[in-house]
């Protein structure tokens, strides 16, 4: 007899069920209806998205008093009628900041005082305004420097060390069900890490509820090896927070040329490919820990990496190519997870 099984292909979200949660950055083009291919295959792949750029203060804080909502909505929308787990993303960091919020009227810095009131504005606006709704914060983003000291930034000279913990607390008083998260860059590489385990370390000790630390995993094919991602997730582990993988990519373009304008050679796919399923294996061994797994990004067409550092090259750094289709590496996540469900 003819059988009318319909074979459901397997979704990264199905693969990972059990393990964490797997996700995207969403920028408008997904969530505002211009890429209607994107938003489907968003919806049909991941359970949990980040907003890659319209929750930044210069997006939704341009000015003074101002606040603009408007891109910030829809993201939050667009999760919600989905059944994302939603993120936010970022509230304090140094980037994408209006230079007016360190400074007075004549263009002088602020006091301690008044950056702090601005702070908590700020945060209790956000956060006050989707409580309930964005599920989890990256708080403080990238406040460390590579040797593992806090980066000199306006926030540190004029607030001081505890601007971290101010902004958790802040955060948490908006909305006391949130996951507030520490998200930084290289700490995979020993002396910032070391920063930031201390850092956790300090916060965990005067109470500051911090949930978990993001790896954000802007890899390269030959770093961080397995293994430095592997005793990375177990220090932070060790210490009683969560881990998460916050914006993976994997760069495959050596620095400053564009060799792959068309396409991406075959033999590079399947590097990648293999590179990534390596990634994921040391994710699933690390499974208690690590809580959510999120790309930096949907599809290649959209990554930052087309962009940085140098403007206008052709990368492929996610797992669906410029037409959203699936590539080697998505073939290859999604085989490491089913090897592991076997077992
Ligand atoms: O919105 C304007 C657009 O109107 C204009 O036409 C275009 C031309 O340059 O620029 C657009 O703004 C760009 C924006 O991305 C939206 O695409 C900015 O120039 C560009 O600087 C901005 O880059 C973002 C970057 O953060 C800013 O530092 C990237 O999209 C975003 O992926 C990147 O994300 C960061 C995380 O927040 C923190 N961790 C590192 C990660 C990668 O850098």
């Known amino acids: 007899p003819r059988s009318n099984v319909v074979v459901t292909p397997v ?71 989905n059944g994302m787990f939603i993120v936010g993303h970022t509230l304090v960091w140094h980037k994408q900041t209006p230079s007016w919020v360190f400074q007075d009227s004549s263009g002088r810095p602020v006091s301690r005082d008044t950056l702090l009131v601005r702070l908590r504005d700020h945060i209790h606006t956000v956060v006050g305004r989707y409580r309930g709704r964005i599920r989890g914060w990256d708080v403080v983003n990238e406040a460390l420097n590579e040797d593992g000291t806090l980066r000199p930034t306006p926030w540190l000279q004029i607030i001081g060390e505890d601007y971290i913990a101010q902004a958790f607390r802040f955060a948490h008083e908006a909305d006391p069900d949130a996951e507030l998260y520490y998200n930084d860059y290289s700490l995979e590489n020993a002396p910032k890490r070391s920063g930031a385990l201390d850092l956790v370390r300090r916060l965990r000790n005067e109470g500051v509820p911090i949930a978990a630390v993001g790896l954000q995993g802007h890899d390269r094919m030959d770093w961080p090896t397995p293994a430095q991602q592997d005793s990375t997730v177990a ?77 206008g090259r052709t990368n492929y750094p996610l797992l669906f190519d410029r037409l959203h289709r699936k590539k080697p590496a998505f073939e290859a996540v999604v085989g490491v997870a089913q090897q592991a469900a076997a077992r």
């Open 11 to 81: 979704t990264l979200r199905a693969a990972f069920e059990g393990a964490f949660l797997i996700g995207a950055a969403l920028n408008a083009a997904q969530f505002s209806g211009r890429d209607t291919v994107g938003a489907t295959l968003v919806r049909a792949q991941f359970n949990t998205t980040t907003s890659e750029n319209v929750l930044k203060w210069q997006a939704v804080h341009p000015l003074p008093g101002t606040y603009d909502f408007a891109a910030a909505d829809r993201y939050v929308a667009f999760g919600e009628r």
């Open 235 to 311: 220090a932070f582990a060790a210490l009683g927070v969560h881990v998460m993988i916050t914006e993976l990519d994997i760069d495959v373009l050596p620095p400053d040329l564009n060799p792959y304008p068309d396409s991406l050679p075959d033999s590079m796919q399947q590097a990648l490919a293999q590179r990534y399923a390596a990634l994921f294996a040391v994710y699933l061994r690390h499974a208690d820990a690590i809580t959510r797994v999120t790309f930096w990004g949907v599809s290649d067409g959209s990554s930052w990496l087309n962009n940085w550092p140098v403007r």
